[in-house]
């Protein structure tokens, strides 16, 4: 379920919100709020060609993927997510199951992760601003477990990365560039949609 954007900011409430497709095109879409919106369904069409993409690719390596799914979740965020009337794109996280990813490695399609990771591409393209990261199952987050295992390590990191920095959010009238201490701070809310 969605929560109410915060009166004062426009955002979403602090922290992480699973949805449906449904319920977030209902609300950040559809919604009566954004009823004289300019760019909205643009960028979710967008988004769901991006996403389409993905499961033509899941398609082309079923063969090697063994009834799996190469994107396990999704993580939206940025001004889309916002009482911005008119945002230009949607900011996105795709995890994908990097075991799997790895497996398939030499088959034929598989570069279209490659592609399909391509952040200036896929924003002319499809709207979208994507960073994607590989899925690394741990079994414990204690240092011990995940140091000197590079692919952990990255996944770790890019994952509380991503986490923090979708919760982050420049106040009005802040230009944009490099987030400072005092517009680093936690303040908004990003979703999650399975895949």
């Given at each position: 379920?969605?929560?109410g954007l915060d009166v004062s900011t426009g955002h979403l409430p602090l922290g992480r919100y699973h949805a449906t497709l449904a319920e977030i095109h209902?609300?950040?879409?559809?919604?009566?709020?954004?009823?004289k919106s300019s760019t909205r369904q643009a960028v979710w069409d967008g988004f769901i060609a991006y996403m389409t993409a993905w499961r033509r690719l899941e398609d082309e390596l079923a063969a090697y993927l063994g009834g799996e799914r190469l994107v396990m979740t999704t993580w939206l965020a940025g001004s889309f997510v916002s009482r911005k009337p008119d945002p230009g794109n949607l900011d996105l996280t795709i995890f994908v199951d990097g075991e799997l990813a790895a497996s398939c490695r030499g088959k034929p399609g598989i570069g279209q992760i490659n592609k399909l990771s391509h952040r200036d591409a896929m924003l002319r393209i499809f709207k979208v601003s994507p960073c994607v990261v590989r899925y690394r199952y741990f079994r414990s987050p204690f240092l011990p477990q995940i140091v000197g295992r590079p692919e952990l390590e990255e996944y770790v990191m890019m994952r509380g990365a991503f986490d923090d920095w979708w919760q982050r959010a420049r106040p009005d009238g802040v230009a944009k560039g490099e987030p400072t201490p005092e517009t680093a701070a936690a303040i908004r809310g990003y979703l999650e949609v399975d895949a």
């Open positions: 379920m969605i929560p209902g609300r950040f879409v559809s919604h009566p709020d954004f009823a």
